[in-house]
C-alpha cells in the first residue's frame, strides 16, 4: 500500500531545465560579462552531472577564460550560482515555466485521498520555493509532509541520501512510498534506498536506459506509451489507482528491455 508519493523536481514536477535552469544560467554569464552560452545540447550533457554548481565547475575544466586557481572558480561558480537562482526565480514569475500535465491533477487526487507527499530533490530550495509557490500558492509547504533539498543533503543524486532522508521524515519504510523521478541518476538514489519508482521521461532523458522502475511513461497526462499498460480506466490520464496497481506487483522494468 502506498503511504506516501515523494516527487522529483526538475523534469518531473515541470520541464525546468531547457527553458528554466539554462535560459537563468546563461543570464547569469551575461550579467557577468562571461562570454559562455550553454545551448539545449550542452546543457543536456551537462545534466549528467548532479548539481547546478558542479555543473558550473564541471564546465569551466574545459573554457581556457575561466579562473585556473580552484578556489576563484570556487567563488565564480557561487556567485554564477547565486545569480542563476535570481533569474529562474524571475523566469517561474513571468510563467514561462509551468507543471508538466497531469502533476497538479495527482497531486490534488493524492492529498484528497489521505496520501501524504514529499518533495525529494538535490535543487535549491530557493528553486522549489520559486516553482510551488507561483503554482499553488504561499502555502505551498502544506501540501508536503517533507520537502528536502540540496542544502539538507551532503550528497546529490544518484546518491541515496535524499531519500533516505525524506523517509526519516516520514517515519515510513520504503516499501510504503513510491517515488516519481524523470531521470536514470533520480532512479538510482530512489532505489539505493530501496524506494519503488515511476518514471515519467522529461525532454532531456526521454532516451536514456532506465534501469529499475516499476513503470516508465511518457507522462502523467497519458495512458498512452507506459510500460507495464495502466489496467485501471478511470480517467484518461495516470491517476493513484494506476500507481497502487504498479505498486503492488511491483515488477521492475527497463526502457529498453
Known amino acids: 500500500m502506498i503511504e506516501a508519493l515523494l516527487w522529483d523536481v526538475d523534469g518531473t514536477l515541470a520541464e525546468s531545465e531547457r527553458d528554466g535552469h539554462r535560459v537563468a544560467f ?15 545540447a550542452h546543457y543536456g ?12 565547475l564541471a564546465d569551466m575544466t574545459s573554457r581556457a577564460d575561466a579562473p585556473q586557481l580552484a578556489g576563484e572558480r570556487e567563488a565564480l561558480a557561487r ?12 523566469l517561474v514569475a513571468a510563467g514561462a515555466i509551468a507543471l508538466r500535465e497531469g502533476v497538479a491533477e495527482l497531486i490534488d487526487e493524492a492529498a484528497a485521498r489521505g496520501v501524504r507527499q514529499g518533495i525529494a530533490t538535490t535543487t535549491s530550495r530557493v528553486n522549489v520555493d520559486a516553482l510551488l509557490r507561483h503554482k499553488f500558492g504561499p502555502d505551498w509547504p502544506r501540501r508536503f509532509a517533507v520537502v528536502v533539498c540540496g542544502e ?20 515510513l519504510g520504503p516499501l510504503q512510498t513510491l517515488a516519481i523521478e524523470d531521470s536514470p541518476g533520480g532512479v ?13 521521461r522529461s525532454t532531456y532523458f526521454a532516451h536514456d536506459t532506465v534501469e529499475g522502475a516499476i513503470a516508465i511513461g511518457p507522462g502523467l497526462h497519458t495512458r498512452e506509451g507506459w510500460r507495464p499498460a495502466p489496467r485501471a480506466a478511470t480517467a484518461s ?18 526502457q529498453f528491455g
Open 79 to 90: 556567485e554564477l550560482h547565486r545569480r542563476k537562482n535570481g533569474f529562474y526565480a524571475d
Open 45 to 56: 550533457a551537462l545534466l549528467r552531472i548532479t548539481g547546478g554548481r558542479e555543473r558550473l
Open 26 to 40: 546563461n543570464r547569469a554569464f551575461e550579467a557577468l560579462g562571461l562570454p559562455w552560452r550553454w545551448d539545449v
Open 188 to 200: 538510482a538514489a530512489a532505489r539505493g534506498a530501496e524506494v519503488p519508482v515511476v518514471v515519467t
Open 237 to 254: 490520464r495516470i491517476t493513484l489507482d494506476d500507481l497502487a496497481d504498479w505498486h503492488a506487483r511491483m515488477e521492475l522494468v527497463s
Open 152 to 171: 539538507d543533503v551532503s550528497s546529490k543524486k544518484p546518491d541515496p541520501q535524499v531519500y533516505r532522508q525524506a523517509l526519516r521524515g516520514l517515519a
